[in-house]
């Protein structure tokens, strides 16, 4: 992050030496600081607005299956209420053709009477 902002030439010039030919000298403690400080102040800045998006996202996510739950918690019950109508159908069915099992029995009977009576066929 802190990079240098000039090249020294070592053949030419010794860093212990102050001259002046150079062109960019060596920043500052004070400088070196802001330069730390600014970056990490962005640091933060980018973290806070990171975790600002992910706390967002998470936000509509939560909705997302929060409305999920309320849908399929209303389709359970739609459906329940649908085959408690589809089992009372097969009641009504179940005793319809008790009855119609009766009625034939019956009919069974009396037809087995007629034949009783009937003379044989020589």
Do not use: C, W
């Amino acid at each position: 992050m802190i990079e240098l902002a000039y090249e020294p030439d070592i053949e030419r010039h010794s860093l212990n030496v102050k001259t002046s030919e150079r062109q960019y000298p060596m920043p500052t403690q004070e400088e070196r600081l802001d330069t730390v400080e600014f970056n990490l102040r962005q640091f933060k800045t980018e973290t806070v607005r990171a975790y600002q998006d992910m706390a967002f996202e998470m936000t509509i996510i939560k909705g997302l299956t929060e409305d999920s739950i309320r849908r399929l918690s209303t389709l359970s019950s739609t459906m329940e209420k649908r085959f408690d109508g589809v089992d009372q159908r097969f009641e009504r069915i179940d005793t319809r053709l008790d009855v119609m099992d009766t009625r034939l029995d019956r009919v069974e009977s009396m037809l087995a009477q007629v034949l009783e009576r009937l003379p044989e066929k020589p």
